[in-house]
């Protein structure tokens, strides 16, 4: 006997009321859904079970009716369904395809428990999942006769919302074509959750793709937070399509859930303020507050302080608070003008909207105030139903999808023009900061130059002078990169002209500043010129630069302000005579203002201590000490005995 009537299990053919409780499957001619009504019997009792117990005073009830047919539309606890079943002639083995009825239940034949679907015992743990059993059937008695009974029980706390008791029929059939049905069963409420599988794979191509813009930008953190909420969202859409075909727990499995889906709201939390580029403020903080209330709510429910409908409504608030939230953080950048939030506000608008008000829907559903639940169906055919949550998720994928292009694109553009301007400022500061500085009779000179980054606003320069003298400057641009060179490059042009007509250095800082105060950047520079002659007389000028250090002693100098902060600022000179061997030893404050991971300064004390070492011993101590700032030190040393260059 191999034929099987192919029924459809949704809409199965209701019986007439009739008074006994006997289903002749032979007499139908093969295997089939067993439409005739069953016995029914609120309560418990272990007797209730065996084929000999009379049933015959129990109420009849078709079993794809709830139990609100009965009078009992929020009933909880104990039922039993009883029904005996001719069955027909075959070598076979038989079995039953059971669909669950309630949140638990146990299958008896004859009397012996041959399958249960979730866990019977109270409190509960396992929920019946939405997948039909295939359960074997124990040998017919002479008359070919067994004797069904089903022991079902329903949670209090779900009664009143999913108003138990209505499933499918069971089915009549060999174990081996009820195994084929249960994987066609399965095939087809694969392809109805087409749409769910549909978001998933979008949300890992697009996830995989926001990780791949991550690798490449490891600064741009909102990459790394898109891809952690479309995976996460992807993982979450799987998990729950596989809980739907396990007995699940009841309580941790609802805390499971909730608290995935909490996980994923946080990457989301976290991708608008990266997005933004905002501080974790308070509104970030009271969004993540309120989302991880949502995953007390099961625990309310299930110690039975809230009831289902509470907790809906707890969702349906803490989702528009939320929501709320980042549309206050996303409102000041579309009144900017902002392109991403452009992209970003409709969709997320959208499904805030159908979110919310799908759970405002549950909850008014669950408090027995309207008939539907959950969300609105925008089209069901062939086994397919796609809803307006399903859009605007699919919408708001797209959307971040076409953000993280746009953004890393304009990133791209960026960090062209960035290497462009890098480029040029390097090949500007290769002018500030020589890589050979000049011979002279009597001077044996040497530089060390670090910048802290890789273009950095220090210069110095040695310019030979007609009459024998060497010209010393060195200084600090305030600013770093493109910026800071060309003002530096400001300052080594006119520099050099004014070396040509042999100025006193107090002059050439008074012209200097004249220059960069009339100039528009609003930048300043700090500088340092002297003079010495082939005798070792020395003529120093001070903008704001540190004193240099002679033969290990501060050089006591008058410093005026920086070049660039007054016009009218003027400068004094002081002299000194430099003896043979005596050195002179020029650095920037990134020397002292060398930090420690600890905090500690290099300090003075320390770079009048390493004074008279060479300049690349200066610089490598306040390096490995904790470089700041950019380090340069130049030092001099006076031998006029036609001392070769170092």
């Known amino acids: 006997m191999r034929r099987l009537l192919l029924l459809s299990l949704i809409a199965t053919v209701s019986a007439p009321a009739i008074h006994a409780q006997t289903f002749d499957a032979f007499a139908a001619g093969g295997p089939l859904v067993i439409t005739a009504p069953w016995r029914f019997h609120t309560g418990d009792n272990p007797a209730w079970a065996s084929p000999s117990f009379d049933d015959s005073h129990w109420a009849l009830h078709p079993i794809e009716k709830s139990w609100a047919d009965q009078g009992l539309p929020e009933y ?18 038989l079995a039953l395809l059971v669909y669950p009825l309630a949140d638990a239940e146990e299958v008896y034949a004859n009397g012996k428990l041959i399958g249960t679907i979730g866990q019977m015992r109270p409190p509960l743990t396992k929920l019946a999942n939405e997948t039909a059993e295939v359960l074997t059937l124990p040998a017919a008695a002479d008359d070919r006769t067994v004797s069904v009974a089903i022991r079902a029980w329903t949670s209090p706390i779900y009664a009143p919302y999913y108003g138990w008791g209505a499933g499918h029929s069971p089915v009549l059939g060999t174990r081996t074509d009820l195994t084929r ?28 793709f926001s990780l791949g813009l991550f ?4 600064q741009a953190t909102e990459y790394a937070w898109a891809a952690v909420f479309l995976l996460g969202t992807a993982a979450q859409t799987l998990f729950l399509l596989w809980l739907g075909t396990i007995p699940i727990q009841g309580g941790p499995s609802t805390y499971l859930q909730l608290s995935v889906s909490a996980l994923v709201e946080t990457a989301w939390l976290f991708f608008i303020w990266s997005f933004l580029g905002s501080k974790y403020d308070r509104l970030f903080y009271a969004a993540l507050v309120v989302n991880w209330i949502r ?32 549309l206050m953080k996303l409102l000041p950048m579309l009144r900017r003008g902002n392109r991403d939030a452009q992209l970003l506000l409709a969709p997320f608008l959208l499904n805030s909207a159908v979110l919310g008000l799908s759970e405002a829907r549950s909850a008014l559903h669950a408090a027995g105030l309207t008939a539907a639940q959950g969300s609105w169906t ?63 009779p009597g001077l044996r000179l040497e530089a060390a130059y670090l910048p802290a980054a890789e273009v950095g606003g220090d210069f110095y ?73 082939p005798d070792g007389a020395l003529t120093l000028a001070n903008a704001g630069h540190l004193s240099p250090y002679c033969n290990g002693g501060e050089v006591p100098l008058e410093s005026g302000l920086p070049l660039g902060v007054s016009f009218d600022t003027a400068y004094t000179e002081s002299q000194m005579r430099l003896n043979p061997g005596d050195s002179l030893t020029f650095l920037s404050d990134g020397v002292v203002e060398a930090q420690s991971p600890a905090g500690e300064l290099f300090g003075f004390d320390r770079t009048r201590a390493i004074s008279t070492r060479t300049g690349e011993e200066i610089a490598a101590a306040a390096q490995s000490f904790g470089q700041q700032d950019d380090i340069t030190v130049l030092t001099l040393a006076f031998a006029p005995a036609g001392v070769s260059h170092a």
């Open 181 to 208: 049905m249960v994987r066609l069963i399965r095939m087809q409420s694969a392809f109805g959750h087409a749409d769910s599988w549909l978001l998933s794979v979008v949300a890992v191509v697009i996830g995989l």
């Open 461 to 533: 320069q040695v310019i030979p002078q007609q009459d024998g003298s060497a010209l010393l400057v060195i200084g600090d641009v305030s600013g770093k990169g493109l910026k800071a060179a060309m003002t530096g490059t400001l300052v080594l042009g006119a520099l050099r002209n004014m070396a040509q007509e042999a100025l006193p250095p107090s002059q050439i800082l008074s012209r200097l500043n004249a220059q960069l105060s009339a100039s528009a950047d609003g930048g300043f520079v700090t500088c340092l010129v002297a003079r010495i002659g």
């Open 378 to 440: 925008m089209y069901t055919g062939h086994g397919l139903q796609i809803t307006w949550d399903d859009l605007s998720l699919l919408l708001s994928f797209f959307a971040i999808g076409a953000v993280l292009v746009l953004r890393f694109t304009e990133s791209a553009r960026q960090a062209q023009r960035l290497s462009s301007e890098m480029d040029s400022a390097r090949q500007i500061q290769s002018q500030l900061v020589p890589a050979t500085l000049p011979t002279l």
């Open 76 to 93: 909880s606890g104990y039922s039993w369904l009883r029904l005996r079943v001719k069955l027909p002639a075959t070598d076979e083995p």
């Open 295 to 326: 995953p007390t709510a099961p625990f309310w429910v299930l110690n039975f302080h809230a009831s289902v409908s509470q907790a809906f409504f707890l969702g349906t608030v803490a989702h528009l608070s939320i929501s709320v939230i980042i």
């Open 215 to 218: 690798v490449f930008r490891r």
